[in-house]
């Protein structure tokens, strides 16, 4: 009576549970990207920023404390919300894994001044663009210090998405374009 494949004696027989790992190319499978994070890198990850200047863009965005959403707003909503909102870059940067953020660094305020720990952000996200890095905070230093990776030279899977396209993914239901926005209310103590 022969042996079923279904049905061996020996369930963890190890040549009957080894698999084929080589890589099936021409499937017709193509990873979608549905959600773009805004957040900083964190200290564990390594990352890469983009280096064309279409890949970022000086923008308003107001953060809620409660939830850590965040929310881009229409320049003329920003003319009108004056002290509600920040004015950040948003840089596009990669994980290893190909996973697609945009970086929220503060711009320098109206004076011209610029906090330490955003002036680092700025000069690793610029580091960041010929090098894969990883950051960590230093209070002793007053900013973000880097590592970064001396022997990998991989070059960094970007999205294919321009940055409009990312923006409409990271910012869906989260665009300030009108008063009757209900973050605006909310800040406002409307309703």
């Known amino acids: 009576m022969e042996e079923s494949v279904y049905h061996k004696t020996d369930p963890f027989d190890l040549d009957a549970l080894r698999i084929d790992t080589t890589p099936v190319e021409g499937l017709g499978v193509e990873k979608l990207l549905t959600r773009v994070p805004t957040c900083r890198p964190g200290k564990q990850v390594w990352f890469r920023v983009h280096p064309g200047a279409e890949y970022r863009a000086n923008v308003g965005l107001i953060k809620l404390d409660e939830t850590d959403e965040w929310f881009l707003l229409t320049p003329a909503m920003a003319a009108e919300m004056p002290g509600e909102y920040r004015a950040y870059t948003l840089f596009l940067y990669v994980n290893k894994s190909g996973d697609a953020f945009l970086w929220p660094i503060p711009r320098p305020g109206d004076d011209g001044n610029w906090n330490s720990w955003h002036q680092s952000a700025q000069e690793m996200a610029e580091l960041a663009m010929s090098h894969w890095i990883r950051i960590s905070s230093n209070k002793n230093v007053g900013g973000y210090v880097p590592a970064v990776a001396k022997l990998d ?17 990271s910012f869906k239901g989260k665009l300030i374009d009108t008063p009757e926005h209900p973050i605006v209310k909310k800040l406002r103590g409307i309703g």
């Open 153 to 169: 030279t991989t070059e960094p899977v970007w999205p294919k998405q321009s940055l409009k396209e990312l923006f409409m993914i």
